[in-house]
């Protein structure tokens, strides 16, 4: 009985000088559930009394979560519902299961350590071991652990052109920008100019993704080129598609491009292209996309959403937590998407269709985050005045 305790309270609580003569008390249960917690145990597991009487809420005490802070109790496991604070008493009408709601940790990384000072940082991408991260002014920097960041002399190939995205793949990072300039390499250090005079001329190159043996690289004024090593460029005629796209992503077989005026396209082999017939995002820029859990989900601006199973047909979210803040970027990894956007705001999904918003990390950032990728067991999110933030995914 005395083990039993340490998981289950009873509370007898005795009514006859409150309760009317011939009232019945009815006794219910409030279940406490860890979600998902790493250490520890909720002391008590449960609370048995009357209907209607407060009942106290059980603290942390020893309930940990790898890499998250505990807030106290919700009627969701994703948070979404009723809080319950830790150590406050509340009453309850019915059997009610409360979950521990947890905040997702993230570790503030100033402009001096990230190498850009107060410089605006685009993009971000793992490959082999490394983070590459670059930005405006043609700006760069690599890390081995997401934490600790090195500055890359750009001059002599990007010589002060901002760059907006970079990819991994067949042993090369790629990285674009505007002016239609690209650059590669083997290291993520040392970094080699490419020409791309006839395929993108001097036209802003926005994205680049790596899928089924291609880099596909997207950009403006309809303008889209594929390439088996990431050196040597082959233009793709997109005219017929209209189609400015900001975003570029594989998964399940598939590219899919998508950004102005809400459009979007997919392709089998980067080469072939068909256009999505609706996107769900109206006229709405689109910015972002990824891959991962079966499905492809896309961010723009008015905070909105969508997902696809097939690349193809699209559904909006109903509710992505960013409100109408512009949303910049997605990434998938640990199992998680993670989307971030302007006025600091960042949400985090399991299925890309329901979505949490991640509390905190508008003091992190101040203003936009502009992207974020995983690796190595970290997200790792850039953004405006040469601001990075890590979350060490456990």
């Given at each position: 009985m005395k083990?039993?305790s340490m998981?289950?309270a009873?509370?007898?609580l005795?009514f006859a000088?409150?309760k009317a003569?011939?009232s ?12 998902g917690?790493t ?6 597991s ?7 009487l ?6 942390q ?12 109790w ?5 948070g979404?519902g ?9 009453s ?14 993230w570790?503030g990384?100033?402009?001096t ?11 971000i ?14 700006k ?12 890359i002399?750009?001059?002599s190939t ?6 907006y995205g970079?990819a991994y ?6 990285a674009?920008?505007w002016?239609g300039?690209m650059?590669w ?6 970094w080699t100019?490419?020409?791309?005079t006839?395929t993108?001329?001097?036209?802003r190159?926005?994205?680049i993704a790596?899928?089924g ?5 997207v950009?403006?004024?309809d303008?889209?080129?594929?390439s088996?090593d990431?050196?040597?460029?082959n233009?793709v ?9 900001r975003g570029?992503?594989?998964?399940g ?6 950004g ?5 396209a ?7 292209w068909?256009?999505v017939?609706t996107?769900?995002f ?5 910015n972002g ?8 989900v896309?961010?723009?601006w008015?905070?909105?959403?969508a997902?696809s ?6 559904n909006?979210?109903?509710t992505s937590?960013?409100?109408?803040s512009?949303i910049?970027?997605?990434?998938w990894?640990g ?5 971030v956007g ?6 985090y ?9 991640i ?8 203003t ?13 999110a850039?953004?405006?005045d040469?601001t990075?933030a890590?979350?060490e995914?456990?």
């Amino acid at each position: 009985m005395k083990r039993m305790s340490m998981f289950f309270a009873v509370f007898t609580l005795v009514f006859a000088a409150c309760k009317a003569p011939g009232s019945i008390s009815i006794p219910i249960t409030v279940t406490f559930n860890g979600n998902g917690h790493t250490g520890g145990m909720v002391v008590p597991s449960a609370l048995l009394g009357p209907a209607g009487l407060p009942m106290p809420m059980p603290v942390q005490g020893s309930l940990v979560k790898t890499a998250y802070t505990f807030r106290g109790w919700n009627t969701q496991p994703n948070g979404s519902g009723t809080d319950y604070i830790a150590g406050g008493s509340y009453s309850f009408a019915a059997d009610t299961t409360l979950y521990a709601k947890w905040k997702i940790d993230w570790t503030g990384i100033d402009g001096t350590a990230s190498a850009f000072g107060t410089t605006i940082i685009l993009g971000i991408a793992y490959g082999d071991g490394k983070f590459v991260a670059a930005g405006y002014n043609g700006k760069m920097a690599w890390s081995g652990n997401g934490v600790t960041w090195t500055g890359i002399d750009t001059t002599s190939t990007f010589n002060g052109s901002y760059i907006y995205g970079i990819a991994y793949g067949n042993g090369k990072f790629v990285a674009v920008g505007w002016d239609g300039k690209m650059a590669w390499s083997a290291d993520g250090v040392t970094w080699t100019g490419i020409d791309t005079t006839s395929t993108f001329g001097p036209s802003r190159i926005y994205g680049i993704a790596w899928g089924g043996g291609k880099f596909v690289a997207v950009g403006e004024d309809d303008k889209m080129a594929w390439s088996a090593d990431g050196v040597t460029w082959n233009a793709v005629d997109t005219s017929a598609l209209g189609l400015i796209a900001r975003g570029i992503a594989w998964g399940g077989g598939k590219f899919v491009a998508a950004g102005y005026d809400g459009k979007m396209a997919w392709s089998t082999d980067g080469e072939m292209w068909n256009a999505v017939g609706t996107s769900t995002f109206g006229t709405s820029l689109i910015n972002g996309i990824a891959y991962g859990g079966g499905k492809f989900v896309a961010v723009g601006w008015d905070g909105k959403m969508a997902w696809s199973g097939n690349g193809e047909t699209w559904n909006a979210v109903g509710t992505s937590t960013f409100g109408t803040s512009v949303i910049m970027g997605i990434a998938w990894g640990g199992g998680k998407f993670v989307a971030v956007g302007y006025d600091g705001k960042m949400a985090y999904s399991s299925n890309g269709v329901t979505w949490t918003g991640i509390d905190g990390t508008a003091s992190t950032f101040g203003t936009g985050i502009m992207g974020i990728a995983y690796g190595g067991g970290k997200f790792v999110a850039v953004g405006s005045d040469g601001t990075m933030a890590y979350h060490e995914y456990p």
